[in-house]
């Protein structure tokens, strides 16, 4: 039971602010009264869910801050796990998640949003469970019952989806190129979901092309974590801080780029 509501609020089939009536939801899903009430507690302590002021639980409405907030981390996870996946996954994978892509393209265009937002969070999450780490899977998926419900917001109204940012990742885990992978994933959640900004009161229209990127929470993690097999760097990149001045003069004499000193 409690497995079955977290797959609808990462699907996006609970909207921000709906309450959930016990009895309702329990003739919904086919079972008793007790174990939709042990689940509800449960999403109620993870956040997920919340309580209003009659003690009644209700899907979070999410403010602008706290959506911005929620979207730079699953961007800044994601990505990561991405970047992983794209050293692990086999052409049985890339060839999978292909065809996942390709049953939410039509979903959309035939405009069944409910399937295409079920294929979205698929295709999402296969990616990261590829990356093969398991408890950077688990925040992801904490993440997800978060911004599941405003994600329900995302196509009706905004048309087909955009498969470019997809079709990205795609590339980079077929080619095993991370880097590539990663700008795709945060393209994607970034960028793709510009158009909902909008839907937050007094945000006003907002031009995807000008929000800034995420700030990238793994820049220092990175360089303490084993790379995942296959994308080992084959050389250190030359710097200050990898190789001080003696690194810092080949930089130069290679046509690197300095900072002036002001």
């Not at 507690?41 to 869910?49: D, F, G, I, M, W």
């Not at 937002?117 to 398991?134: A, G, I, Q, T």
């Not at 470019?164 to 979901?193: K, N, S, T």
């Amino acid at each position: 039971t409690y497995q079955q509501i977290r797959r609808l609020l990462m699907r996006g089939r609970l909207q921000p602010g709906q309450r959930l009536i016990l009895r309702t939801l329990a003739a919904e899903l086919g079972v008793s009264a007790t174990p939709v009430r042990e689940a509800l507690v449960r999403l109620v302590s993870e956040q997920a869910l919340e309580l209003d002021e009659r003690g009644t639980v209700m899907v979070p409405k999410l403010d602008l801050g706290r959506y911005i907030e929620v979207r730079n981390l699953r961007a800044g996870l994601e990505s990561e796990a991405a970047f992983r996946a794209a050293g692990q996954v086999s052409d049985a994978d890339v060839k999978a998640l292909t065809q996942l892509q390709e049953r939410l393209t039509a979903s959309s265009l035939e405009g069944d949003y409910t399937a295409t937002r079920e294929h979205n969070e698929r295709f999402h999450l296969e990616v990261c469970r590829l990356s093969r780490s398991p408890a950077l899977f688990s925040l992801i998926e904490a993440l997800w019952m978060q911004s599941g419900p405003i994600l329900s917001l995302l196509w009706d109204a905004d048309g087909p989806a955009n498969a470019e940012a997809h079709l990205i990742v795609l590339d980079g885990l077929r080619r095993r190129d991370g880097e590539r992978a990663r700008q795709g994933m945060i393209r994607d959640i970034i960028y793709g979901g510009a158009p909902l900004l909008t839907r937050f009161p007094g945000a006003g229209t907002v031009d995807s092309g000008t929000l800034p990127p995420p700030v990238d929470l793994w820049c220092g993690l990175r360089a303490l974590m084993p790379p995942p097999p296959g994308l080992e760097p084959e050389e250190s990149p030359p710097g200050p801080a990898r190789g001080g001045r003696a690194a810092l003069r080949k930089s130069r004499a290679a046509g690197g780029i300095v900072a002036k000193r002001k």
